[in-house]
């Protein structure tokens, strides 16, 4: 069965500073990836996605995400964050022709200090 | 166009009660997904519906149903509640839902006292 791992619960940067969220996932089939952010009583927002082609995805925020299939993993990164990136993150995955749907990380909570 | 639309927002039941809760996807889209979010769990796939026929189902006991209506509508149902079912109820709409990207709505927030 998919299953995906976020190695970090919280990561604390400061603004400004570079980040990385990392994600890995097993699965011995053709596999989808998202990465989705969830602010404070909200619902899931789409960052980006990987289904083929360029492994190096570029998503919306500033955000990008690099596909390694030889180390399963797709992990989130921005060179710069703003205050307003303090959210939790969440790497999915959804395996071709798989009976459920997303998979989803147990989330990594991110917290921008000024 | 708009986006994925749950009701209500929130909830309080008790124990023993029933719950009904809707998802109206974006327009267009026939695909619609339901998970739990809950602190020690996390994200929880519930079902899919595709067409009015669930297709696919998560690992949750038989008092966590739901049905979608010709309007690609959906609404999931949980009898019995027990304590441990308070959570998130977040639902997703795509349009074929094979590997397409899902869109969240805002969430049900169910409490069960």
């Known amino acids: 069965a998919q299953s995906v791992t976020q190695l970090d619960s919280q990561v604390p940067v400061f603004e400004e500073a570079p980040v990385e969220l990392r994600c890995n996932y097993s699965?011995?089939?053709?596999?989808?990836l998202f990465w989705y952010v969830q602010y404070p009583n909200q619902g899931l927002q789409l960052l980006l996605k990987y289904l083929s082609g360029s492994t190096l995805v570029k998503g919306i925020n500033g955000f990008e995400a690099e596909f390694n299939k030889s180390q399963t993993s797709f992990h989130l990164r921005k060179p710069s964050v703003h205050i307003s990136d303090t959210a939790e993150y969440f790497c999915a995955a959804n395996s071709q022709g798989g009976s459920e749907k997303l998979v989803f990380g147990k989330g990594t909570k991110l917290t921008v200090n000024p | 166009k708009a986006g994925v639309t749950q009701t209500p927002r929130y909830l309080i039941k008790t124990r023993g009660q029933q719950v009904t809760l809707s998802c109206s996807p974006i327009s267009g889209h026939r695909s619609v997904s339901w998970y739990q979010q809950t602190p020690g769990q996390g994200l929880q796939f519930l079902f899919e519906y595709f067409s009015e026929t669930q297709r696919n189902k998560g690992n949750f006991p038989g008092r966590f149903s739901g049905r979608q209506f010709s309007n690609s509508r959906s609404e999931m149902n949980v009898s019995t509640l027990e304590l441990g079912d308070s959570a998130l109820y977040l639902c997703?709409?795509?349009?074929?839902?094979?590997?397409?990207?899902?869109?969240f709505g805002p969430g049900t927030r169910l409490t069960v006292l």
């Open positions: 699965s011995s089939v053709s596999v989808y």
């Open positions: 997703a709409s795509s349009t074929t839902g094979d590997t397409d990207t899902q869109y």
